[in-house]
């Protein structure tokens, strides 16, 4: 399972919590997704800059190998010299920052029937002490040994034959590891666990369907909400909600920040409701394992609109706010202590579902005419009312992580323009079962492009500048003092653009489609950055026509890493 190429140096120092909490401005090492808990994504680092960006040059490229492609979504760690990178089909590597030397590898062993809905993605690791974290598609955690890819433990998250899965970034938060869980089509149940990062050990539990105990250091922690409030009869049993994107961390509100999936079924007829707490944000306090506020984007969602996206902190006329670019195509600007709604505003062209979200109440203004229709009222009771809604179900946006500037005070959000066909069909729970009652085709709106990358002012709602992209957008994106805004696209470039206004001013083809977010560092006198690059994720499974129009690309697994030619 784990082939060392050449065992590394004596044991480096170990990640503390003091260094993960100053991950945001200490430029030497990456530890955590996000470019820091928070995840804004912004580095200070300026030795790159408009003005000599187009100098970018390859340093190395390494290959994940194999014969196992697919999407390759991670964001690398950096520390110590070493990078650590996941891949897909539960792989990671351990490479030398400077040559691309490969150090050690782990591979998962897999069992048959692993379920993951959208690709056998990993979107990246956890470092703690001296260990780098990590998830499977088989719902498991493994810790390794940072210096030689040795399993120090490795823990179980739940019944992988049940649908379950795990493709996050795990995330540590004020000395805890926090995760969620994968599988929000199976009719799995969403929720946090925390973890001592240094044994797996389980600190607390905090499900985000409504009915379900919360457990602490063993013992019962309240139910999350009230049994029945807004789910009908044993619906909650079987809610959906999975948090499979991870979650953000902000210090000074000492709130975890989980976004949670659509609701199980997808036919929202047969859960009429609110389903609290799906399609949501969830603040939990990382000391007690409960919830201390929610916001849900979707209620009764009908269109998987799922609210995992990340809620991003940031600081706005004084306050701690938090951003979320949700897929149902509404940029959300919530108070992060409270999480009272100050703002709400289209972020995509087209919105059929809602016609607005009322500030006061925080609630959509739905059009009832663009739901999907009951099954159970049709003639035949085999196909519900069909209508065409905008955002399609794999959203404005989706996992591909957005970036905030405090140098610009924009958000740089990966967007994408199209619609679907949706109708819901009859549909009951079986375990480890596809667990839908809808159908649909995606369809694009434009001509001319899918994805944009967006310049967003969370305060006016005003786009300020736009790239487009002809195929979908799936990867992430990084900022920097250096005021450059970095992405990917599913044609296989990494592109550099002016921050303030847009202007793309370096390019790089990778040779396969970028869908993972890039990162930055400084190594002496020297800034790198650094992708990976590897075609796949949901577009090519799910997207329908959408799918036949980037089916030209092609597949691939590698990092790439950058630094100015001298």
Not at 286 to 305: E, L, R, S
Not at 335 to 359: E, Q, Y
Request: proline share 5%; aromatic share 12%.
């Amino acid at each position: 399972m784990m082939a060392a190429a050449h065992m590394a140096a004596p044991v480096s120092a170990q990640v503390t919590d003091a260094m993960i909490a100053k991950d945001a401005t200490d430029t030497d090492s990456v530890l955590s997704w996000g470019i820091g808990t928070q995840g804004q994504r912004f580095s200070p680092l300026s030795t790159i800059n408009t003005k000599n960006v187009s100098k970018l040059t390859p340093v190395w490229s390494m290959s994940f190998g194999g014969e196992k492609q697919r999407g390759q979504e991670s964001q690398p760690l950096v520390y110590k010299g070493k990078m650590f990178v996941t891949a897909s089909y539960s792989r990671i590597f351990a490479v030398d920052v400077k040559t691309g030397e490969k150090l050690w590898k782990y591979e998962h062993r897999l069992p048959e029937g692993i379920m993951p809905c959208c690709d056998v993605v990993n979107r990246g690791a956890a470092l703690y002490d001296n260990l780098v974290i990590f998830g499977t598609l088989d719902a498991q955690l493994v810790a390794l040994d940072q210096n030689t890819g040795k399993v120090v433990w490795r823990e179980k998250i739940d019944d992988y034959t049940a649908g379950y899965s795990y493709t996050a970034a795990p995330l540590i938060a004020d000395g805890l590891l926090l995760t969620g869980v994968s599988g929000g089509e199976f009719g799995v149940i969403g929720r946090v666990e925390a973890r001592d990062p240094k044994t797996g050990k389980m600190v607390w539990t905090r499900p985000v369907v409504e009915g379900h105990m919360g457990y602490k250091d063993g013992k019962e922690n309240g139910i999350s909400g009230t049994t029945n409030a807004t789910w009908p009869g044993e619906t909650w049993k079987t809610g959906g909600a999975a948090t499979w994107l991870g979650g953000t961390y902000d210090a000074k509100t000492g709130l975890a920040y989980f976004g949670t999936g659509n609701p199980g079924p997808w036919n929202s007829h047969v859960r009429k409701g609110d389903n609290l707490y799906s399609a949501s944000t969830v603040a939990i306090d990382v000391k007690t394992g409960k919830i201390v506020w929610h916001y849900q984007g979707t209620p009764n969602d009908g269109w998987d609109y799922d609210g995992v996206n990340e809620f991003v902190t940031f600081d706005m006329d004084g306050k701690r706010m938090g951003g979320k670019a949700d897929r149902n195509g509404f940029f959300y600007v919530n108070d992060a202590t409270t999480g009272k709604l100050v703002n709400a505003f289209p972020f995509v062209k087209k919105i059929t579902w809602a016609k607005s979200v009322d500030l006061n109440t925080g609630r959509p203004v739905f059009d009832p005419a663009n739901r999907p229709g009951d099954p159970s009222a049709g003639a035949d009771g085999k196909k519900g009312a069909s209508v065409f809604s905008a955002p399609g179900f794999l959203g404005g946006k989706n996992q591909m992580p957005m970036a905030y500037s405090p140098k610009t005070q924009l958000f740089y959000v990966p967007t994408n323009e199209w619609g679907m066909e949706i109708w819901n069909e009859p549909i009951s729970y079986k375990k480890g079962a596809a667990y839908l009652g809808a159908g649909f085709t995606i369809k694009p709106l434009f001509d001319d492009h899918i994805g944009s990358l967006r310049a967003i002012d969370p305060k006016t709602g005003k786009v300020a500048w736009e790239v487009k992209n002809n195929a979908p957008l799936w990867g992430g994106v990084l900022t920097t003092a250096g005021d450059l805004v970095f992405w990917g696209t599913p044609e296989g470039y990494l592109k550099a653009a002016d921050a303030k206004t847009g202007k793309v001013l370096w390019q790089f083809q990778t040779g396969s489609g970028v869908v993972a977010p890039p990162i930055t560092w400084n190594d002496g006198a020297d800034q790198y950055v650094s992708v990976v690059s590897g075609w796949g994720g949901a577009v090519p499974l799910w997207g329908g026509e959408v799918a036949k129009k980037v089916n030209f690309l092609e597949q691939g697994g590698s990092v790439w890493t950058f630094k100015l030619s001298k």
